[in-house]
C-alpha cells in the first residue's frame, strides 16, 4: 500500500557495558518516539538486547583493553570488524550509530566508506579532545557525519572542524543514585546511627585499584585514630570484588565490599567519600555524597600527560565548574596526609560538605539534570538525520 509507513533499520555497535546501556536508552526514546515502528541490527550487550537488538555476535568479544590484552586477540578483532561491515553493507540501514569502543568502531566505519556505502554514521561519545590530542577532532569531522556529545563544553571542539555536534546530556543523571535507603544498609548490616561511614572507591580497573589501596589504607588509618568506629564501605565492581575483599582483610577498621546492587545503599549511608577519578565523581554527586579525589597513575605515563594533558582538573565536576570544588590529588601529591587532612575536613564542617552539595549540582545541571533524559536527547538527533535521509532519498 501507497500510504504504508516504511519502517527505519538503526545498525547500531557497542562495545562495552556502558557503551551497551547508552545504547539501551537509545533505542528505548527511539521506539517510543516512532510509536514502536522502527528496527534494531547490530551489536550489543544485554540491555540493548533487552531493548529489541538481535546482536550478530556477544558484545564481549570487543570488550578488550590494554595492548598486552589485545594482541592475542587480534585476528579475532579483526574478522569482527570484517563481519561487522559485511552486515552493514548487506543490511543497508538507514542509519548508524557507534557508541564509544573507538579502537574498533572507527575501523568499521572507515571499512564501510571505504565500501562505497552511504548512510549517515553518528557517533555516540565524543573523544577527550579537551583533555588531551585535540588533532583527534579534525580526524574524526573526515569520516562521521555527527557526534553526540556526554559533556556540554565538547561540541565547539568539533565544530570549528565542520563535524556536526550535538549535547545529549551525561547518563548519570538518570542514574537513580540519589534514591538509596541508607538507614536500611546501616540496618541490614548492624551499623549504628552514630557511626561515622565513609564509602572508599579505588577504581574499576586492577592498576588503578593496585595502586591506591595501600594510600587509601594510610589514609583510613589516620582517620581511624581520630574517629571511634569509624566503618569503611568499599562498593566494588563485579570484576574485582574477590580481589578487593582479601586486600582490605588487615585494614585497621571494620570494612565492608559492597555488590554493585547495592551501590545505592552504601551512598547513602556514608557521610564523605574517597574515590578514584573517574565516572564515579558524578555517582557520588548525584548521590549527594561529599568526596575527595585521589589518583595515580604509572611514573612514565604521568610524565608523558605532563606534556599532553591540557586540562588543570582531573575530575569532571571541576572540569565542569572551572574551579576546585572537589579536593583532588594527584601523583606526587596523593598522600595518605593530604587525603586524611581533607576529608577531616569534610567530616567535621558541615558549611564544607553543603559547599561541595551545591558546587556539584551545578555541575549536574550542566550535564543536562532536569532536562530531558539523554536518552531522548540522542533518539532526536537520530530522527533528524533520519529525516534528512528521507528527504535526499
Known amino acids: ?26 533505542m528505548q526514546g527511539l521506539t517510543a518516539k516512532l510509536d514502536g515502528n522502527v528496527r534494531f541490527a547490530g551489536v550489543g550487550g544485554p540491555e540493548m538486547t533487552a531493548a529489541g537488538l538481535q546482536s550478530f555476535f556477544p558484545m564481549q568479544d570487543l570488550a578488550v583493553m590494554g595492548v598486552f590484552e589485545v594482541l592475542p586477540r587480534l585476528p579475532s578483532l579483526l574478522r569482527r570488524m570484517s563481519q561487522t561491515a559485511a552486515e552493514v553493507e548487506r543490511i543497508m540501514p538507514d542509519v548508524m550509530v557507534t557508541i564509544d569502543a573507538p579502537d574498533f568502531c572507527f575501523r568499521v566505519i572507515k571499512k564501510i566508506k571505504a565500501r562505497g556505502i552511504k548512510i549517515p554514521v553518528v557517533h555516540y561519545v565524543a573523544p577527550s579532545v579537551w583533555a588531551w590530542r585535540p588533532g583527534r577532532a579534525a580526524k574524526v569531522a573526515k569520516f562521521l557525519d555527527h557526534l553526540m556529545c556526554l559533556l556540554p563544553f565538547e561540541p565547539p571542539y568539533f565544530e570549528r572542524e565542520g563535524l556536526d555536534a550535538t549535547f545529549v546530556g551525561h547518563p548519570v543523571v ?29 577504581g574499576s580497573r586492577m592498576g588503578e585499584v593496585t595502586r591506591l589501596l595501600e594510600v587509601f589504607k594510610e589514609t583510613v588509618t589516620r582517620l581511624a585514630a581520630q574517629t571511634p568506629d569509624l566503618t569503611v564501605l568499599i562498593p566494588a565492581v563485579p570484576h574485582l570484588i574477590d580481589h578487593v575483599r582479601d586486600t582490605v582483610q588487615d585494614w585497621p577498621v571494620r570494612t565492608l565490599v559492597v555488590a554493585p546492587e547495592d551501590k545505592a545503599d552504601a551512598y547513602s549511608a556514608s557521610g564523605v567519600a574517597l574515590a578514584a577519578s573517574g565516572t564515579v565523581t558524578l555517582e557520588l554527586a548525584m548521590a549527594g555524597l561529599p568526596q575527595v579525589i585521589g589518583y595515580r597513575v604509572n611514573p612514565l ?31 606526587e601529591n596523593c598522600t595518605a596526609d ?56
Open 1 to 26: 500500500m501507497s500510504g504504508e509507513k516504511r519502517t527505519p533499520v538503526v545498525f547500531l555497535v557497542a562495545g562495552e557495558n556502558s557503551g551497551d546501556a547508552l545504547g539501551a536508552s537509545l
Open 174 to 202: 538518570t542514574s537513580k543514585l540519589d534514591v538509596g535507603q541508607g538507614r536500611a544498609f546501616r540496618d541490614r548490616h548492624g551499623i549504628a546511627p552514630e557511626t561515622f561511614v565513609i564509602s572508599v572507591l579505588p
Open 338 to 393: 593530604n587525603l586524611a587532612r581533607e576529608l577531616a575536613r569534610l567530616m567535621e564542617d558541615e558549611g564544607a560538605r553543603t559547599a561541595q552539595r551545591i558546587a556539584a549540582s551545578e555541575a549536574l545541571s550542566q550535564l543536562g539534570l532536569g532536562g530531558p533524559p539523554p536518552g531522548e536527547r540522542a533518539a532526536d538527533v537520530v530522527l533528524s538525520l533520519l529525516a534528512q535521509r528521507k528527504e535526499e532519498t
Open 301 to 331: 605515563t604521568a610524565f608523558v600527560g605532563k606534556f599532553l594533558i591540557k586540562t588543570p582538573f582531573a575530575n569532571l565536576i571541576n572540569i565542569c565548574l572551572g574551579r576546585e570544588a572537589v579536593p583532588e590529588f594527584i601523583q
